[in-house]
């Protein structure tokens, strides 16, 4: 427990949200206090959990909280001889918003913390189709300029989220390829899950190393994929696309990212 109070930073009202391993789409996830941390982990302890400091401070529009689905593609982790990961960030991204008004004073209200679709289509206020009205990124970008909120700042501190993100993993991955396949072909796309607090400051939640490509944004998540094709080097994708895609813009493609 030692390590929870120092990870509070002794902030006795400091709130956590556990995650089971294993889970996706927002299943079993759990929201306690500090106070209610000693008891759970009792009951817990042959479970296995990623434990994260909630953001009890988040941008929220019209009062709902909603966190932002990113595209990273890596096309190296780098070498043992200190090459740097190569990677790229796609511009554009899918905010996904709760249902319900942000407030802390109900923990196990998942419509108001959990911004997942899965979780969030069962909620009434949602369409038949079973999508929220999340925003594209750049919708939520013309709205921070509205309000006069520096979405240029944001974004650059998202870039190196992700450049640390990726760097953070880089040896690991490394030392397990020396063994296997280590093609210049190769690449992996990650689906990063970013919230922005009060202060405009990004959060890491999780990276997703199998992104949904299917629901809602078809056509910006083809877009993205054709993107990702002609970065690779993979020739005859675009054509597959080109029906389903009706505008391509430099604004939506991916661009290098690296420490600055």
Known sequence: ?????????????????????GFGGGGNITLLTNEEIRAWRGAHLRELYVAQAYVMKPLLVGGIKFDIRLY??????????GRPPEMYLFREGICRFASEPFSLTDLGNKYVHLTN??????????????TVDNWCLSQLCAWMDEKGLDFKYTWAS???????????????????????????????????????????????????SRPSIGGSFKQLKLHMLEQMFSLVGIKG????CD??????????????ICWS
């Open 243 to 256: 029906d389903a895609i009706e505008v391509r813009s430099p604004a939506t493609a991916f661009e290098r």
């Open 72 to 81: 990273v593609v890596v096309k190296s982790f780098g070498d043992i001889n």
């Open 158 to 208: 998202i870039r190196q989220l992700a450049v640390q993100a990726v760097t953070a993993a880089a040896p690991t991955i490394v030392a397990a390829m020396l063994n296997g396949v280590n093609d210049d072909r190769c690449f992996e796309l990650f689906g990063f899950d970013v919230l922005i607090d009060s202060d405009l400051r990004p959060w890491l939640l999780e990276v997703n």
């Open 237 to 240: 994708a675009r054509a597959a």
């Open 117 to 130: 679709n899965c979780i969030q289509k069962s909620h009434g206020t949602h369409k038949e189709n079973g």
């Open 1 to 21: 427990m030692d390590a929870w109070e120092a990870a509070a930073g002794g902030n006795c009202h400091q709130h956590w949200i556990l995650k089971p391993a």
